[in-house]
């Protein structure tokens, strides 16, 4: 069964800073694995989708590498504004899409 | 512009009345998926379907329904029999394979 974990829960860093969110997987057969951002009550929007043959897509401030064999994704977010705070999750895509739990990002002006 | 669209937004429930959450998606997308949210526990999968007239159980089927009668639509019924329904559903939508899931915008579901 996959399992997906996204730690720290929750991170607080101030305006213009790069920063790092990790997220590990069990089960390395993925066929990809997409980075959500969402917003309080809001649904979820896709940021990027790596495909299980390529190693990282960019968009914008947003860059997102894949790893299989060590099980390990992270989204680098460069010169972080107060308009990313939200909460990001990384769901891998076997049989089905497994969710992690999503780290809150605060960015203090 | 394509995309799903959830209705309503917000929906109250009595206890013991079944209640129908709509998905509809104009994305032309085979599959369709029903996951409920809660605070500190992510996202689970409660039906998923990628054809018409199938549907598969996902994680945490007990207490809801399901129908794939159009290409384009898939209602969720939170039954009575759904002890703990108050959540956020989210309904999302993908080509069959190795393709990225699109997400509507929610439907918050609370018993009253």
């Known amino acids: 069964k996959q399992e997906v974990t996204q730690i720290p829960a929750a991170l607080s860093v101030p305006e213009g800073e790069n920063l790092v969110l990790n997220c590990s997987f069990t089960d390395s057969a993925i066929y990809n694995l997409q980075w959500f951002r969402q917003d309080p009550g809001k649904g979820l929007t896709s940021l990027l989708l790596?495909?299980?043959?390529?190693r990282e897509q960019t968009s914008g401030r947003l860059n997102a590498s894949l790893d299989k064999s060590s099980g390990r994704s992270t989204l680098y977010i460069a010169a972080s504004q107060p308009g990313d705070s939200a909460t990001y999750l990384c769901a891998g895509a076997n049989s089905k899409l497994t969710f992690g739990k999503g780290i809150t990002l605060s960015v203090r002006p | 512009d394509g995309g799903i669209t959830q209705s309503p937004k917000y929906l109250f429930r009595k206890e013991g009345q079944n209640v129908t959450l709509s998905c509809e998606q104009n994305l032309n997308h085979d599959a369709m998926y029903w996951y409920r949210q809660d605070p500190g526990q992510g996202l689970r999968l409660i039906y998923y379907?990628?054809?018409?007239?199938?549907?598969q159980k996902g994680d945490i089927a007990e207490g809801y329904s399901v129908s794939r009668e159009k290409k384009e639509s898939f209602p969720l019924t939170v039954t009575s029999a759904q002890k703990n329904p108050t959540a956020f559903y989210l309904c999302?939508?993908?080509?069959?394979?190795?393709?990225?899931?699109?997400f509507g915008s929610g439907t918050r579901l609370t018993v009253v």
């Open positions: 999302a939508s993908s080509h069959t394979g190795d393709y990225g899931y699109t």
């Open positions: 790596i495909q299980s043959s390529q």
């Open positions: 379907s990628q054809i018409v007239n199938d549907f």
